[in-house]
């Protein structure tokens, strides 16, 4: 019975949190925020040279061939820093993905280059103001050639890669897509946190390399999306935690009437609300990182399971964390809506939080809980 | 229980509409209202109405015909309120002054500074604005430490106030600030009025998480204030400024922004997962929620209106208006971006999702200004339900004792 | 503009609150609760003295011909001291049934003995474990006889009469049966509220009146309940009323660690977020009563959220009256459960608050409300 | 990450369930698992189950030999009750005993004493119970005020406990009273056990909500207690309670009862409005985040318990159990309930029908037993967050002089 990580990988998630710490990664965060760069390109250079970028790329491919135990660590450690990189859009979903579908050739051709640095990559899905489905997908994919728009595709200013949902007469598929070519439009869209930039990106008979086959590509994605999940729930704890820590930092220095507002139950309790949602999120991301590890039957439910109350507890603390801070919480001054911000970001990016209970009351469904 | 006026009611509202016919135009209820943060025009525009309505004698009615008003009764400033609502008219700048600056100028100010200053406050020409949060003195605004030492027959003012609204533009404000830390705490305050182009203050915008600033902090250093603009008796300081706070505290409203009516409206056309949205009963159950809240607040209002209307001072139960609809925004806001899924990030023309972005993004500082809601809910607790105060650890000792941490 | 009752009506309420806590209504309702009474007849007859059965009977039927108003003061009342009377059964609902539905003929017959108190009336709709609808109402209506089984009927066991809803070849409609006669077989049913006892009733060939038409009963019944609503509102802020009142009392009085537990902001605001809830359904009530009295066009949303502020006031103050009394709040002994028991049957007894949230949507969707 | 066992651990598992295969039966999981308040042969069977573990070895793992156990280690201790708790097995009468008094007697009683009380303990022959709460003195355990005068070798006891389980049916119990209420409110308690069969002790059950009595009321009139029977010094009557409290706050765990489990078997087969309810995104929504929040208490036990598997002191997760579960509970009975609209007061013989009404009726209970929601919040931000402590204004003075109201 061990549901904790090894000293490994304790070891690594330390030495990263030393390194973002060091990075003033949370400075860098405001920089990008309130900058026109979409992302720490310095930063970003830093973590390839770390290596974290190929942490689940086979040796074989130039990386380090370890799991995604480590996968998780590294991201609780981003998710606390606000690390203003494309990790999450090329590594837990564009990496993942040549991974489990790609072909040997694809993956020798890609692979080694996402461990240098030389690829980033990110998903492309959404076409237009609704949560994706396997019927609105309308980009089109015919003669090995794609054609349509996607919106919302996080860090796409910065990738050089996608992978694309799209749609045949066959079916859903996914394409691998190099998006240097000719006929590929890239187009930055405002969105709320633009410490990580949102792109349009338009296809306009753009060749494509197919991953797994033309008609499952819709299970594909789904599966894919159930184990980034697992890795955005762990980034959305981290989260969670330093905006709790901030909040018990401030209530203990702060005083009102005079005493530390942290001794008034009203924040005390708050507080410890926080704290709870927080702890039920992180046990549940444990469980869900053994079942990812383990490619266990139960992974679609654990995973919906940290998702949905990492997403709760990352809201819950980010906002009663500018709550906790009075007026000073709402400036643009203070950290705090930079939390509040990802929190929102990391909610979407795979889909909100009533589809992950509708995922996981669906996955509960089928195996049947009791 | 009736929703009539009475006929002198309805002969006065009659008069209110033909009046603001005749020089505004109607709101366009089925568009969402949003408030622009930052906007060039508006303070010219503002202006431009108040000017008009004192002219035609609708800026204060309820002050003294010598100051500008027509001595209207309270029912009538709410008719009044109630017509000018419905249209599309500038507002919101002249609130502080007319709604606290002003009363307390009535109250402790000579004749000749009544004469002086009222009337233009009324006109909208002058501008005033209120300075008694500091950084160290938020919920607890009495805690500020602000100096003032009297010098002959003026004061010299240093310190720094915070979560000033309108200090930018404003010609006059109100300030309370401590003329001895070796009083009690609620001893050592003295009450002034101060003109905001004096040497020696800066204001400066306080940048929020909108990205809009409604809020400044002001900076004193060695302002001169005579002694004639002092409101009230040294030491009086707090006795002055807590009339103006319960002013404050009674006039904090709806919040604003992204309603029910406006998720029930989107719910009708956005999808969600092939289904309209409005038939799932999740949004459903949430709809209900906040229509009730809604409807319950309203009607609130309308109950303290018909105690008004009788001539009643109105209860307490203002008090909940700020807490309940500033939870609401955020869950609204919350709501329509979530119903976006992952485009739910993304700026868009759209004014629907405008405004669920601004309330998510705005309803953070409306759960704080004016007094957070753990604040709000102590005077609930405490005045309505006649709870025990919490101890106090800033009672009986000389202010400069009082425990402060570092801040 | 006057949301506000009159000084009449605000008299009748003071006498009425007078009145109840003479005779020790909240000590009544626990014999009822403790003893197999399943209601207070000493106190109905002396309710009945008092003519508050006969509030809306109009003068030519021996009634006091007063409107609705009067009848909210009078609910809150008997909300607030939790009076073990058939009140809600016979006269909000088999009354107004009555007076809306009656022929003269009818009229003539009832109305006075239920000023008298001759006859105690009550409804009966449900015939299973769900909520009833126009599609699962089975009892049979044919040749002016009725045939079945109702459930959960309450105070059926101190009724004379009841409306029964029923179902022929034509429609539902709405059954005036005595249950005196041959055919009629009242049985009690164990219910978690024991001060108002539930009852089943089996007819079998028993004769009826018919009210209204063979057609439009269900569209009655709705109509029914809608206005019933509100009286049923006004009972339960009243009893929402009385638990926060003694939550406060308790925390004023119940010292821990040198201080009274009101001085606590955990209780404090506790206590600040049953008075929110509690004015905000207040407020809705009286609005709701100005529209039941003057049958205005949006009653149906008006009542419904009276309605359903109503019960979420009343559940969240009932039971966190309990949790302020800590310990004693728990025991048989303390007042604290008879009000969180009430709460529930309150709301029950027309249906359950995920219902009538969903009615008050719907009444939102056909008035349109933006 | 694994949840194998070690083979140490696996080895230990396999003797445990062989044992429990030839004693017991495993429990039927299908239906729900319904605690019956009132049982007239649970004593008898619990007694005749425990003195069977006794015999073979398992009733007391972790105690030393010489009083019944095998010295096993924590980790032992939990195989074994996991294992145990697949079987239908009577449970409960012993715990406080095994859970509270044993470990205070094992640290603070003579040899003779624990050779003469452990083994009956272990072996459920003699039932123990804890004697702390008093009327006036529930959260705020240490305002108690049961007085102990000595009177040469014993002690004389006046005063009433209250909230003691099986009061009626213990043959000993714990007790802490006050023996000098003029010293400091911490200082002047001493600690002791008691035979219940003295003279002088009456026992009431106490009737709660659910019908049932699990509590009593237990007076002291003129009690006496030998001195020997003193556990600690005197006035050390604090520090001992305080040993036993924690044991209490650790040990009191999951609210029991209905879950979503049985949430979610009802929502497939239950219509509302004429669809399975299960098909409700209301109720989905509710059940996702029941079962996050059951998964969540699951999971952070395996975390404590990898921590004792490897030899660590568990961290302080295990306090939000109550706060969470209970709360759940009552939700979950609720919802049970209200999905049968008017006929959800009936009580039938429906098992899960029952269990909702049972949690509805149970639940207030659960969010005050063993620590009120608001008391646990406290310790998790007090001990868990580090915040500050509330004002105390019962330090530094007299007990007699400590504010109590009229309680």
């Known amino acids: 019975m061990n549901l904790d990580f090894s000293d490994d990988q304790k070891f690594l998630q330390e030495e990263a949190r030393k390194f973002l710490e060091k990075e003033e990664a949370l400075n860098r965060n405001r920089a990008v925020l309130e900058t026109d760069n979409k992302f720490d390109e310095d ?85 237009d103001l609704h949560a994706p489905t396997k019927n609105n997908i309308n980009l089109s994919y015919a003669n090995g050639k794609i054609n349509g728009k996607k919106i919302a595709v996080p860090d796409a200013g910065v990738a050089t890669h996608a992978v694309v949902v799209a749609k045949s007469n066959k079916g859903i598929s996914l394409q691998l897509v190099d998006l240097s070519v000719t006929g590929v439009t890239t187009e930055h869209q405002e969105n709320i946190d633009e410490s990580r930039g949102h792109f349009s990106i338009t296809f306009n008979d753009v060749e494509t390399q197919l991953l797994g086959d033309e008609v499952s590509g819709w299970e594909l994605y789904e599966s894919l999306i159930n184990q980034a999940a697992v890795l955005f729930s762990y980034e959305q704890i981290g989260g969670s935690q330093a905006s709790l820590d901030m909040a018990i930092n401030y209530a203990k220095e702060r005083y009102a009437f005079g005493r530390p507002i942290g001794s008034y139950q009203a924040i005390k309790h708050k507080l410890a609300d926080m704290y709870i949602a927080l ?56 950290d705090c809506h930079m939390f509040y911000r990802r929190s929102k970001l990391l909610s979407l990016n795979i889909g909100s939080l009533s589809n992950w209970r509708e995922k996981l009351v669906t996955s509960l469904e089928q195996s049947n809980i009791n | 229980m009736d929703f009539n006026d009475t006929p002198e009611e309805a002969k006065f509202r009659k008069k209110c509409r033909e009046w603001l016919e005749k020089n505004a135009t109607y709101k366009d209820e089925s568009t969402p209202q949003n408030d622009d943060f930052a906007n060039a025009n508006k303070m010219k525009a503002a202006k431009a109405w108040q000017k008009k309505k004192y002219d035609a004698g609708w800026a204060m009615l309820h002050w003294p015909k010598e100051y500008g008003g027509i001595g209207a009764s309270s029912m009538e400033r709410i008719i009044w309120a109630n017509e000018e609502a419905k249209f599309d008219v500038p507002k919101g700048i002249f609130e502080i002054g007319l709604g606290m600056c002003g009363p307390v100028m009535m109250e402790y100010a000579t004749e000749e500074q009544k004469e002086r200053y009222l009337p233009p406050m009324a006109e909208g020409k002058e501008i005033w604005c209120q300075l008694f949060s500091e950084p160290s003195a938020g919920s607890d605004v009495a805690g500020l430490r602000s100096k003032a030492v009297q010098d002959g027959d003026k004061w010299i003012i240093n310190g720094q106030k915070v979560w000033t609204s309108g200090a930018h533009f404003s010609d006059f404000g109100i300030l309370v600030v401590r ?47 005579p002694d004639s603009q002092r409101l009230g008796e040294i030491g009086d300081g707090w006795k002055v400024a807590i009339t103006t706070l319960m002013n404050e505290r009674l006039a904090v409203g709806d919040a604003g922004g992204a309603d029910v009516e406006d998720a029930f409206r989107w719910a009708k056309t956005q999808d969600n997962l092939g289904d309209p949205l409005l038939t799932n009963k999740a949004a459903r159950e949430s709809i209900a929620d906040w229509y009730c809240e809604k409807s319950g607040l309203k009607n609130t209002k309308l109950r303290t209106m018909s105690a008004l209307s009788r001539g009643d001072t109105p209860g307490p139960e203002a008090s909940i208006t700020k807490i309940v609809s500033a939870g609401k925004l955020q869950d609204i806001g919350n709501f329509g971006i979530d119903s976006l899924d992952m485009a739910g990030m993304l700026k868009t023309d ?35 339900l006649g709870l025990p105060q919490d101890p106090r650890a800033d009672k009986g000792v000389a202010f400069k004792d009082i425990p402060s941490g570092n801040s």
């Open chain 1, 43 to 127: 930063l970003w250079k830093k973590i390839v040279d770390l290596g974290w970028t190929g942490i689940r790329i086979p040796e074989e491919y130039d990386g380090l061939g370890l799991g995604h135990l480590e996968l998780c660590v590294i991201a609780e450690e981003l998710g606390r820093f606000l690390a203003p990189v494309p990790f999450s859009s090329s590594v837990y979903l564009f990496t993942e993905a040549i991974i489990n579908y790609g072909t040997d050739e694809i993956k020798e051709d890609i692979l080694p280059k996402l461990v240098s640095g030389e690829i980033v990559g990110t998903l492309a899905v959404t076409e």
């Open chain 1, 279 to 334: 702890t039920l999120a992180k046990s549940n991301c444990y469980y869900a990182a053994w079942a990812l590890s383990t490619d266990a039957a139960d992974l679609p439910s654990a995973s919906a399971t940290a998702r949905v109350s990492a997403t709760k507890a990352y809201q819950l603390c980010s906002k009663e964390n500018i709550q906790t801070h009075g007026g000073n919480g709402f400036t643009w001054e203070y």
């Open chain 2, 179 to 225: 003329h001895d830390p070796n009083l009690e705490k609620h001893k050592g305050m003295t009450f002034f009025f101060v003109d905001m182009k004096s040497p020696g203050i800066e204001v400066k915008p306080i940048k929020q998480i909108t990205g809009g600033s409604s809020f400044n902090e002001v900076y004193f250093t060695d302002v001169e204030i």
């Open chain 2, 350 to 384: 759209n004014q629907d999702i405008k405004g669920f972005q601004n309330a998510w993004l705005g309803a953070p500082g409306m759960r704080i200004a004016g007094g957070t809601d753990e604040i709000l809910r102590n005077i609930i607790a405490e005045r309505v």
